[in-house]
């Protein structure tokens, strides 16, 4: 089956701990995405990627960090330097920068204790 | 910039009724596209409908019916009948062109629907 894959499912981190999230498609997509859900608020763009060993910053990429060293994946790290880092994750893809469809992955739910 | 608005935060039916969700976008593309996508409990985000600037045309799938006004800029969502598998958070998303040869989705805030037994 083709999709895109996040773990983990839930995600509990102390303070001033960084911490990875996994995102990973088999759908042969060049460009992948992260976004942060706060409840009312939306999806927000943290970072993306439109080819491998490239990346931009979104609206809100203060305190991430994103690597992309495999075209099927593309880890985001939340560092201590996030200053409110507990919220729902969601990683996406689409098949190339031209293309409009963005598919997503199940998320990642990132508690700060 | 592009900017999506979905003024109804949330509502709630009963199981039957029938509820439009609103959406009005801004952007000064010509070409652009528009989403609507669902978010159930479980969170992640399924894809619904996908229309383009240039097709105005109403669409129907089911229950679940669109409709593209490009004079008012809105892309509303109704569901006919609704059922209580229809609650969940509804999204409405533009793509447009945002520079350095990409297309970004930009999302509305979301609309909470409840779909009473």
């Known amino acids: 089956d083709g999709g895109i894959t996040q773990s983990p499912k839930y995600l509990f981190r102390k303070e001033g701990q960084n911490v990875t999230l996994s995102c990973e498609q088999n759908?042969?997509?060049?460009?992948m995405y992260w976004y942060r859900q706060d409840p009312g608020q939306g999806l927000r763009l943290i970072y993306y990627?439109?080819?491998?060993?490239?990346?931009q910053k979104g609206d809100i990429a203060e305190g991430y960090s994103v690597s992309r060293e495999k075209k099927e994946s593309f880890p985001l790290t939340v560092t201590s330097a996030q200053k409110n880092p507990t919220a729902f994750y969601l990683c996406a893809s689409k098949a190339d920068r031209l293309f409009r469809e963005q598919f997503f992955g199940p998320g990642t739910r990132l508690t700060v204790l | 910039a592009q900017k999506v608005t979905q003024a109804q935060t949330e509502i709630s039916v009963v199981e039957k009724e029938d509820v439009t969700l609103d959406c009005v976008y801004e952007?000064?593309?010509?070409?652009?596209?528009l989403f609507w996508y669902k978010q159930p409990p479980s969170g992640e985000l399924v894809f619904l409908i996908r229309r383009n600037s240039f097709d105005e045309q109403n669409e129907i799938s089911g229950r679940y019916s669109w409709n593209f006004q490009k004079s008012t800029s809105s892309f509303n969502f109704t569901i006919t009948a609704s059922q209580v598998v229809d609650s969940a958070v509804y999204f409405c998303?533009?793509?447009?062109?945002?520079?350095?040869?990409?297309?970004?989705?930009?999302f509305g805030k979301g609309t909470k629907l409840s779909v009473i037994p």
């Open positions: 990627s439109q080819i491998v060993n490239d990346f």
């Open positions: 952007t000064r593309d010509t070409t652009y596209y």
């Open positions: 759908l042969n997509h060049d460009a």
């Open positions: 998303a533009l793509s447009a062109y945002s520079g350095a040869g990409s297309y970004q989705l930009t």
